[in-house]
């Protein structure tokens, strides 16, 4: 492996090399294992369910890579969170099933969407998702987007937030059911 | 720093994995059928060449002199029979496609060995 030539180097051409020589897996592992890590906490705000749903998509990418071959016109980092997200929602399930009832995946956003391929998040990560997130922020009222912003993003609990928003939890709570409410209608509109 | 630890420990499980995805899926089965093929091109070639003798008059010469030895392989195949030489051709092809396969493990494996080793 030489690193000059690597750092030239597409995602998609690194992801075919990786192919015929695993050790080329590295570099996207490299590139993509914090951001993961980063969404995948904020999906589950856990660290051990985080890593095990970062580890299970780096293989699924690894292991279905000819299907993104396929796949023209699509980049490969909107593919890549495309697996994540249906990774993680595919192990809520499988926790679902085990443990009964998983708090952890938005139910505003997530449990009217069994089927995440077909779901608004997928058009999201195909396109320029934070571009999109931001403008649908943009177009809620403050008080309603900036809990959701600062708990999504900056990735803080609800204790934090109140204080900062200096709000009750209960009031916090509402506004975040409310705001993710709001947040999912306009993501349909905006779609 | 404990973070630090715990994302290196994950890349590393995931090249591991990879790793083995790799074989399981690319190598395996090409090992398995290179193997089940010279098996199948060894017994066959058993059944016509006389193995023993082969072997016997091999180290009878190569005793005398260590070049004969390859004159002698080389005049064997010319005189053995078309399909005989056929045989000989697969039986060394298979091997050298098995020889090279098993070195892509080995390369990759000390490969991902690197890239998963803590950088001081």
């Known amino acids: 492996m030489n690193d000059n030539n690597n750092e030239t180097l597409k995602d998609e051409e690194i992801l075919l090399l990786a192919q015929e020589d695993p050790a080329y897996f590295s570099i996207l592992v490299d590139k993509y294992k914090e ?3 980063r969404m995948a906490r904020g999906i589950t705000h856990n660290l051990e369910e985080a890593e095990d749903i970062v580890q299970e998509t780096f293989i699924r990418i690894y292991r ?9 016109g699509i980049q490969f980092k909107s593919w890549a969170y495309k697996v994540l997200m249906n990774t993680a929602f595919t192990h809520y399930q499988k926790l679902k099933k085990t443990k009964g009832n998983v708090e952890y995946l938005d139910p505003v956003l997530y449990e009217d969407n ?3 391929a077909s779901s608004g998040f997928e058009k999201i990560l195909q396109g320029d998702s934070k571009a999109t997130i931001e403008r649908i922020l943009h177009k809620m009222p403050d008080h309603l987007s900036t809990p959701l912003r600062i708990y999504y993003f900056e990735d803080k609990a609800y204790e934090d937030i109140a204080k900062t928003e200096k709000i009750s ?7 975040m059911f409310r705001a993710k409410r709001l947040f999912k209608k306009l993501m349909e509109e905006e779609l | 720093m404990i973070m630090d630890m715990n994302i290196t420990l994950l890349k590393n499980r995931i090249l591991w994995k990879v790793y083995l995805v790799w074989f399981v899926k690319k190598i395996l089965p090409l090992i398995i059928f290179e193997l089940l093929i010279l098996t199948f091109a060894g017994y066959v070639l058993a059944k016509y060449i006389f193995v023993e003798r082969v072997v016997g008059n091999t180290l009878i010469i190569a005793a005398n002199h260590p070049w004969s030895l390859f004159y002698y392989l080389i005049y064997a195949f010319i005189k053995t029979s078309f399909l005989n030489k056929a045989g000989i051709i697969v039986v060394l092809s298979l091997g050298a496609l098995l020889l090279r396969d098993i070195g892509r493990v080995i390369v990759s494996y000390r490969t991902t060995n690197q890239v998963t080793k803590p950088k001081p």
């Open chain 1, 64 to 72: 279905h890579a000819s299907r993104f071959e396929k796949q023209e």
């Open chain 1, 169 to 175: 939890i209960s009031t916090l709570k509402m506004r």
């Open chain 1, 35 to 37: 951001p993961f890590l």
């Open chain 1, 114 to 116: 069994p089927n995440l």
